[in-house]
């Protein structure tokens, strides 16, 4: 079997910094109860890891105790929610991605503009509950062409649309040339909202997807971007499946065992599962890793302001920077396995 290792692949600088928060604030507080509103990031491995070192995740503020500590997930979240969460005298540490908040930020600046803002996205995912509670009166969420004709405009003039950070961007296009059909003075955003992990995840799976028999994306059901992840590999024709870790493995999927697979992860899913898939297929199929370097990612993030403040009254050094490079085939991770890697289609991230 042959296996190519698409680069980028699995977890992006938004979602390594949120996983670091939860750490560091767990060592930061090792007495307290830990709460977590939502998920941290869409990840049942990443969570349950959590909840093993005793954090608590929470789908309402309500449930927390008054005065504990809760941190924000990678996600976002809305005004409502975080004057809730101070009116309960909570200790809040936000970990909403830096590319979650400047939606949120262009969101608050169109509304304050007198813009109808039209959010391109799932309704129901907590990105865009959190977005659409900045500005409720302003935006409407479109997740499907079929949407546009039912939207409530008052003046197509003063329209702009905004997106989702996590969606296919083949989808997002065909929304977007919708809209711009039906509303031709729309404003565009300044730059795309659909993040650089996203992108880069879907361009590096559309660039080496049509070479193979079958793409794995590594990442969990509620997880958007690793869903996107094997769509885009349907798209271009190739089958898509879905796994969270080797036992989602099917081995009558590889008929001959000398497929061309493609490996790839979800922005929220952990590299040791991405190799634990690896070493379960050389092992029954025999075969060679090859990695594909699409692009080179090098994304750096801080902690967020609320916990650099308490680790430094406390002492701990709290300007290390997040960064987020190459994922590294190791020994350690993947065993001896034969291993080549390919340069030949790389691109610098934008
Ligand atoms: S997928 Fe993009 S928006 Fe979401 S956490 Fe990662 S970098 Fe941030």
């Given at each position: 079997m042959r296996l190519l290792l698409a680069n980028p692949r699995g977890f992006c600088a938004g979602v390594q910094m949120a996983v670091e928060v939860v750490d560091q604030v767990l060592d930061v507080f090792p007495d307290e109860a830990i709460y977590v509103y939502h998920e941290i990031v869409h990840n049942k491995h990443v969570v349950g890891r959590f909840r093993s070192r005793g954090v608590r995740f929470v789908e309402t503020?309500?449930?927390?105790?008054?005065?504990?500590?809760?941190?924000f997930s990678a996600h976002g979240i809305s005004p409502a929610v975080r004057e809730l969460a101070k009116s309960r005298g909570l200790t809040a540490i936000d970990a909403t991605c830096p590319l979650v908040t400047k939606v949120h930020s262009e969101a608050i600046r169109y509304a304050r503009q007198g813009y109808q803002i039209l959010l391109i996205g799932h309704a129901d995912h907590q990105e865009v509950i959190g977005t659409r509670g900045e500005a409720p009166d302003a935006i409407q969420v479109v997740e499907t062409p079929e949407d546009i004709p039912h939207l409530r405009i008052n003046d197509p003039a003063r329209l702009v649309y905004l997106t989702q950070t996590t969606l296919s961007t083949d989808d997002a296009n065909i929304i977007i040339d919708a809209l711009k059909r039906a509303f031709p003075m729309m404003k565009e955003p300044p730059s795309s909202d659909i993040c650089y992990a996203t992108t880069n995840r879907q361009h590096a799976v559309r660039q080496i997807a049509p070479e193979c028999d079958l793409v794995l994306v590594v990442g969990s059901k509620n997880s958007s971007n690793s869903v996107r992840l094997t769509e885009i590999a349907q798209n271009v024709g190739t089958p898509g499946r879905l796994i969270d870790d080797a036992s989602g493995l099917d081995f009558a999927w590889f008929p001959t065992g000398n497929e061309t697979v493609l490996v790839t992860a979800g922005?929220?899913?952990?590299?040791?599962?991405?190799a634990e898939v690896c070493r379960t297929l050389l092992t029954r199929f025999g075969g060679t890793i090859e990695q594909r370097d699409v692009f080179e990612e090098d994304i750096e993030f801080a902690l967020p302001a609320a916990l650099r403040r308490v680790m430094s009254e406390r002492g701990i050094d709290s300007n290390r920077a997040i960064r987020v490079g190459k994922p590294e085939v190791t020994a350690e991770l993947y065993g001896a396995v034969p291993l080549t890697v390919s340069a030949s289609h790389r691109e610098r991230s934008a």
């Open positions: 503020i309500e449930e927390i105790p008054e005065g504990s500590i809760v941190v922005a929220s899913a952990p590299e040791n599962l991405v």
